[in-house]
């Protein structure tokens, strides 16, 4: 039986000033118009998708909060007081807005909310639906939201969007296989609960639909695991943390190992920081020392670069040179153009369903008329001065641009996605000679510059789907990725313990140890249970290889190719971020903006005069 489902959400979108941007991801240029709205609700929740980009939104509106209206900030990196003095003042009535991240996402439920404001776009319907549910818990009140594109790729992603929720067609995720790392949780705190059977269990678990296909020899190598560590560990006593019984069941070994996996029981990690040192070199100069300390970053940072990929920190340009311990070394690098550009705090991947719809917009003419004039006049421009691609095809585009020569390509597939694509493309396009110099990606698109024309590549080979095998591997051997999702992997299993009575050890004291233990279970024992595990978590978290792989699989001989003589209208969001990215804060805003009039003068040039309304 089905309730009443209530008035129906009302979803706008906000074109500020009547003219959507080229490119953006801040949504910086309407927020006039989200303090407007602001005044007019009552309370106002402003979701963001970052939480350097909740920062920065809460800033702007209170550069401009004349009428001091009461507006707070709310988001994980807060101190958890901050944040429930915060959701007490929205509770009192006390305040007039929260600019927040997905903390505010679940668990709100006051009547008070009647307006929710997406800044930026949602990057999933489900997420969207979640987020108006925020404003107005009365049944017969429609809940009321508006979306602020900050570019016009966004605003296909809006308009995307608003139609999903609007035929409640929600993002679809594929079917999750349990994890044997938190099997092996789950194991030992059966132990700790009291003696299990082993069939028993087997039995019990394998009705939990994640695990339904578990086969019996893996169960046992997970009781294994949590028994001894696994084969190459077997001799430590440390990792002994079952034991059998007489009858034959499993148990947990002392009252002091049910303590220290009480305290560390969780599917949660944290990242860990590593230490930014100068590199140098010991007298016999074969080894790298840590020399002078320029900062600290998450160690996922580091896991995309191999030795020698230079990148942007603390206002300058590093070779990266690895990771020692729990420091990563670097040096100051000869060329002032990084490979790897900076990037703004973890950003929300583009969900499946919702890039499937964009792609099927974007090749619907008939489709452009719900769209801002400026925004379908920039699509015809594209059409003119390349194409537009078909759902199923890849567009891709070369062309010279000064000293450099560049590859553009438009899977709309997502960051995570594109970000893998492209460090194995330019890991092929250096074998070919073609001798690339960086690459830098948005959720749309994805743009490489290199030394040498890449007019004449052939790109059905280059986009081949083999390079997800040998490819893939070397590139895995050389990152340090995998150590980081097997680090996760050792936490979450209990192999390694972060808390123990007494004490606490660092993420970087962690890290070292589950260093340590990973090159000794690589060495001796490859197809260790947690390698295993780690392998996948990377290939379907870290890297996106599943996404990856049904995107090579559907432009497979379906690539349009267009050799042009400047960038299209489709690469002016892309490549302003190649200057963008070298500085944060405010200057990235003003690079941004004299990086994009640059450009898209460029694109304007010789326009018809019909079009020329896309600027």
Same mark, same amino acid.
């Given at each position: 039986?089905?309730?009443d489902p209530?008035?129906?959400?009302?979803?706008d979108?906000?074109?500020?000033?009547?003219?959507?941007p080229?490119?953006?991801h801040?949504g910086?240029?309407?927020i006039?118009?989200?303090?407007?709205?602001?005044k007019r609700a009552?309370?106002?929740?402003?979701?963001?998708n970052?939480?350097w980009q909740?920062?920065?939104v809460?800033q702007?509106?209170?550069?401009?909060?004349e009428?001091d209206?009461?507006?707070?900030?709310?988001?994980?990196?807060l101190?958890?007081?901050?944040r429930?003095?915060v959701?007490?003042a929205?509770?009192r009535?006390?305040?007039?807005?929260?600019?927040?991240?997905?903390?505010?996402?679940?668990?709100?439920?006051?009547g008070?909310v009647?307006?929710v404001?997406?800044?930026a776009?949602?990057?999933?319907a489900s997420?969207l639906?979640?987020?108006?549910?925020?404003?107005n818990h009365?049944l017969d009140?429609?809940?009321?939201?508006?979306?602020?594109?900050?570019?016009?790729?966004e605003m296909l992603?809006?308009q995307?969007?608003r139609?999903?929720v609007a035929?409640?067609?929600f993002d679809?995720e594929?079917?999750?296989?349990?994890?044997?790392?938190?099997l092996?949780?789950h194991?030992?705190?059966?132990?700790?609960?009291?003696?299990f059977d082993?069939?028993?269990l087997f039995?019990?678990?394998?009705?939990a639909?994640?695990?339904r296909?578990l086969?019996y020899?893996?169960?046992?190598?997970?009781v294994d695991l949590v028994?001894?560590?696994?084969?190459?560990?077997?001799t430590?006593?440390?990792?002994?943390?079952?034991?059998?019984t007489?009858?034959g069941?499993?148990t947990?070994?002392?009252?002091?190992?049910?303590q220290r996996h009480?305290?560390?029981?969780?599917a949660i990690v944290?990242?860990?920081n590593?230490?930014?040192?100068v590199a140098?070199?010991?007298?016999?100069g074969?080894?790298?020392?840590?020399g002078r300390k320029?900062?600290?970053?998450?160690?996922?940072y580091?896991?995309?670069?191999?030795?020698?990929?230079?990148?942007?920190?603390?206002?300058q340009v590093?070779?990266f040179?690895?990771?020692?311990?729990?420091d990563a070394l670097?040096?100051?690098?000869?060329?002032?153009?990084?490979?790897?550009p900076s990037?703004?705090?973890?950003?929300?991947?583009?969900g499946?369903s919702?890039?499937?719809?964009?792609?099927?917009?974007?090749?619907?003419?008939?489709h452009?008329?719900v769209?801002?004039?400026?925004v379908?006049?920039?699509l015809?421009?594209q059409?003119l %001065?390349? *194409?537009i691609?078909? +759902?199923q #095809?890849? &567009?891709?585009?070369?062309f010279?641009r000064?000293?450099?020569?560049?590859?553009?390509?438009y899977p709309?597939e997502?960051?995570l996605?594109h970000?893998?694509?492209?460090?194995l493309?330019?890991?092929?396009l250096d074998r070919?000679g073609v001798?690339?110099?960086?690459?830098v990606?948005?959720?749309y698109?994805?743009a490489?510059w290199?030394?040498?024309?890449?007019?004449?590549?052939?790109l059905?080979?280059?986009?081949e789907p083999d390079?997800?095998?040998?490819?893939?591997?070397a590139?895995?051997?050389?990152?340090?990725?995998?150590k980081r999702?097997?680090?996760n992997?050792?936490?979450i299993?209990?192999?390694?313990?972060?808390?123990?009575?007494g004490?606490e050890?660092?993420?970087?004291?962690?890290?070292f140890s589950?260093?340590?233990?990973y090159?000794?279970?690589r060495?001796?024992?490859?197809?260790?249970l947690?390698? %295993?595990? *780690?392998?996948?978590? +990377?290939a #379907?978290g &870290?890297?996106?290889v599943?996404r990856?792989g049904?995107?090579?699989?559907?432009?497979?001989g379906r690539?349009m190719?267009k050799?042009?003589?400047?960038p299209?209208?489709f690469?002016?969001?892309?490549l302003?971020?190649?200057?963008?990215e070298r500085v944060g804060?405010?200057a990235a805003?003003?690079?941004?903006?004299?990086t994009a009039?640059?450009?898209?003068?460029?694109?304007?040039?010789d326009a018809?005069?019909?079009l020329k309304?896309?600027?």
């Amino acid at each position: 039986m089905l309730g009443d489902p209530g008035a129906p959400p009302v979803v706008d979108v906000l074109v500020s000033e009547g003219r959507v941007p080229w490119a953006g991801h801040t949504g910086v240029h309407a927020i006039p118009e989200v303090y407007d709205a602001i005044k007019r609700a009552d309370l106002s929740l402003i979701f963001v998708n970052t939480r350097w980009q909740a920062e920065f939104v809460f800033q702007s509106l209170w550069a401009i909060n004349e009428d001091d209206l009461p507006i707070a900030l709310h988001h994980g990196s807060l101190a958890a007081e901050q944040r429930r003095k915060v959701e007490a003042a929205m509770a009192r009535g006390d305040l007039k807005a929260v600019v927040c991240t997905s903390t505010l996402d679940l668990g709100i439920d006051w009547g008070d909310v009647d307006l929710v404001i997406q800044l930026a776009a949602p990057k999933g319907a489900s997420r969207l639906v979640q987020r108006i549910g925020r404003a107005n818990h009365r049944l017969d009140e429609p809940s009321r939201a508006l979306m602020v594109p900050a570019s016009r790729f966004e605003m296909l992603e809006c308009q995307a969007a608003r139609e999903a929720v609007a035929e409640n067609a929600f993002d679809w995720e594929p079917e999750h296989t349990g994890t044997l790392d938190t099997l092996a949780q789950h194991v030992m705190g059966c132990a700790c609960s009291e003696a299990f059977d082993l069939p028993d269990l087997f039995a019990e678990v394998t009705t939990a639909g994640p695990y339904r296909g578990l086969t019996y020899e893996a169960f046992e190598e997970v009781v294994d695991l949590v028994a001894t560590g696994g084969y190459a560990l077997r001799t430590y006593d440390r990792f002994a943390r079952i034991v059998r019984t007489r009858d034959g069941k499993w148990t947990v070994r002392n009252a002091q190992m049910a303590q220290r996996h009480r305290m560390n029981v969780g599917a949660i990690v944290s990242a860990a920081n590593l230490n930014v040192r100068v590199a140098g070199r010991r007298a016999s100069g074969k080894h790298l020392v840590a020399g002078r300390k320029i900062g600290e970053a998450e160690e996922w940072y580091f896991e995309q670069m191999t030795p020698g990929d230079t990148f942007v920190f603390a206002g300058q340009v590093w070779a990266f040179q690895g990771i020692v311990k729990t420091d990563a070394l670097v040096s100051p690098a000869v060329d002032k153009d990084p490979k790897i550009p900076s990037y703004g705090g973890s950003k929300f991947p583009l969900g499946t369903s919702l890039a499937e719809r964009v792609r099927r917009m974007v090749q619907d003419r008939d489709h452009w008329r719900v769209l801002p004039y400026d925004v379908q006049e920039w699509l015809e421009l594209q059409a003119l %001065r390349s *194409a537009i691609p078909e +759902a199923q #095809t890849l &567009l891709v585009e070369t062309f010279p641009r000064g000293t450099r020569h560049f590859l553009v390509a438009y899977p709309f597939e997502g960051r995570l996605a594109h970000t893998t694509l492209a460090m194995l493309l330019t890991r092929r396009l250096d074998r070919m000679g073609v001798g690339p110099l960086g690459f830098v990606v948005t959720d749309y698109s994805l743009a490489i510059w290199s030394i040498r024309p890449m007019d004449d590549l052939d790109l059905d080979a280059l986009f081949e789907p083999d390079m997800l095998g040998d490819d893939l591997e070397a590139w895995l051997e050389e990152s340090f990725m995998m150590k980081r999702s097997f680090r996760n992997c050792a936490l979450i299993s209990g192999l390694i313990e972060q808390r123990q009575p007494g004490a606490e050890k660092t993420g970087r004291q962690v890290t070292f140890s589950t260093d340590l233990i990973y090159d000794v279970l690589r060495r001796h024992q490859p197809d260790h249970l947690l390698l %295993r595990t *780690a392998r996948a978590d +990377a290939a #379907t978290g &870290l890297l996106d290889v599943a996404r990856l792989g049904q995107l090579l699989s559907r432009i497979h001989g379906r690539i349009m190719h267009k050799a042009l003589d400047r960038p299209s209208p489709f690469c002016v969001p892309v490549l302003v971020q190649i200057g963008r990215e070298r500085v944060g804060g405010d200057a990235a805003e003003m690079i941004l903006d004299e990086t994009a009039e640059a450009l898209i003068a460029e694109v304007m040039e010789d326009a018809p005069e019909a079009l020329k309304g896309a600027a």
